[in-house]
């Protein structure tokens, strides 16, 4: 069980800032040997936030074992299977076969725990031996006449982006063998201290406008999905440095923040609706006329 100094210490070790509850959520499910999948948002530190998770809890970044979901993602990669020698010169060779074993069965037997980043860009199909492994706890490697155990102390962390353009949409039965854990837009207040740590210099009103802008999209988003995302977090920090290095360089406040604004704005629109850009691109103007 995890003390509360080992709480404290990864809270104020992570990276991303403005999390502590869905951390602390995730952490005690972890500790209650669940697997947890964070979703939300993209660019919201997802990832970063797992990663820093899995590196904590087991001492280091060699202690885990990591995967990307991709839409050609089958069983293969996840568990493993026969793999044939066909590359070999040697022609008797090359009608052979070898079994390999997956990201999750090597993990298992490497006593490594395991991230599957962007679990939902592969399809449900891929996940089916997973599925297997985290309702029965044993896994039958029919390619190699073994069975896995799942360890009560192994840590799987999943991310997903719900809902997201090219996305899967999980089975209902998946989906419940994670525990969720949402990692959301950060409030206003911890996206200005960030920015007071990034772009100390920045001009105040900059600010204002930058993060005006972020919460306008996100509202948009949440009120009736007029944009695809809200401005992510990434997305906030993106445009203050290129306003702070675009001043330095001359330009005025209104032009640095409206060229930035448009940037991000193409990025989380719907670049095939002109709906959704002409929305954004208003928004921009709207804000701007605040400088």
């Known amino acids: 069980m995890l003390t509360t100094d080992d709480y404290l210490n990864i809270l104020e070790t992570c990276r991303i800032k403005g999390h502590d509850d869905a951390i602390i959520r995730a952490l005690r499910y972890i500790d209650l040997g669940y697997p947890i999948m964070l979703y939300g948002p993209p660019g919201n530190g997802k990832t970063t936030i797992a990663e820093h998770l899995l590196t ?6 060699d ?3 990591k995967i990307e979901g991709t839409e050609g993602m089958s069983e293969y990669q996840i568990i493993g299977g026969f793999h044939p020698l066909s590359m070999s010169g040697n022609s008797e060779l090359a009608e052979r076969f070898v ?6 069965t090597r993990a298992i037997t490497d006593h490594k725990n395991l991230l599957i980043d962007e679990f939902t860009r592969a399809p449900s199909s891929a996940y089916s031996g997973l599925f297997l492994l985290l309702s029965l706890g044993t896994l039958s490697l029919e390619y190699n006449e ?3 155990t799942k360890p009560d102390d192994w840590i799987l962390i999943a991310t997903a982006n719900f809902g997201d353009e ?3 949409r999980l089975s209902n039965a998946l989906k419940r063998r994670f525990v969720p854990i949402d990692i959301g837009y950060p409030t206003n207040s911890t996206e200005r201290s960030l920015l007071a ?3 100390p210099d920045l001009d105040c009103q900059v600010v204002d406008a930058i993060l005006t802008f972020a919460d306008e999209t996100r509202a948009i988003w949440k009120k009736d999905r007029g944009l695809p995302q809200g401005l992510s977090t990434d997305g906030v920090i993106r445009m203050a440095r290129y306003c702070e290095l675009s001043m330095k360089q ?6 640095a923040f409206m060229d930035a604004a448009f940037h991000q ?4 629109a719907d670049e095939t609706d002109p709906h959704s850009i002409r929305r954004v691109h208003e928004l921009v103007i709207s804000t701007g006329d605040m400088l």
């Open 146 to 148: 073994k069975t896995i």
């Open 63 to 65: 202690t885990f074992y």
């Open 99 to 104: 079994y390999k074993h997956g990201v999750v």
């Open 166 to 168: 090219g996305t899967y």
């Open 250 to 255: 001359g330009s005025d406040r209104v032009s």
């Open 56 to 61: 904590s809890l087991g001492g280091g970044t």
């Open 265 to 268: 704005g193409t990025i989380i």
């Open 197 to 199: 740590t990034i772009t």
